[in-house]
């Protein structure tokens, strides 16, 4: 008997983060987070990690952090790993977002159906 039933697809999940960051603040930003994207590089399922950045205004700077995934389990994995991470380093991304006056807007994302 065959069925209707369309297969299970496993998409693709992208976490894009946007920050603005103030000059002086960018130095110590920019190392933590290319430490965490380190770690990032050997986890399984990360297909792509690209960091993008441009001048706001002379004294801050527009950073654009792109991950995707292979799928919801390797995203949910990773964020477990950088969790432990973070608690090993004493790290509170939050915190220091708040300390640095770092404008934050962070979020996942699924491939559009539309």
């Known amino acids: 008997m065959e069925s209707d039933a369309v297969p299970s697809v496993e998409m693709p999940i992208v976490r894009l983060d946007r920050f603005i960051i103030p000059r002086n603040a960018y130095a110590e930003f920019l ?7 380190a770690l990032l ?3 399984p399922g990360l297909k792509h990690d690209i960091l993008f950045e441009r001048p706001v205004t002379a004294d801050s700077v527009h950073l654009i952090s792109m991950v995707e995934w292979e799928n919801q389990a390797a995203s ?3 964020k477990t790993v950088v969790e432990s ?14 300390r ?5 807007d962070i979020g996942i994302y699924s491939v559009s159906q539309g």
């Not at 640095?100 to 934050?104: G, P, Y």
């Open 85 to 98: 991470y973070c608690i090993a380093n004493n790290f509170d991304r939050d915190e220091t977002i708040d």
């Open 31 to 37: 190392g933590r987070l290319k430490d965490i994207h």
């Open 76 to 78: 949910a994995a990773a």
């Open 100 to 104: 640095l006056k770092i404008i934050a």
């Open 41 to 43: 590089h050997v986890q």
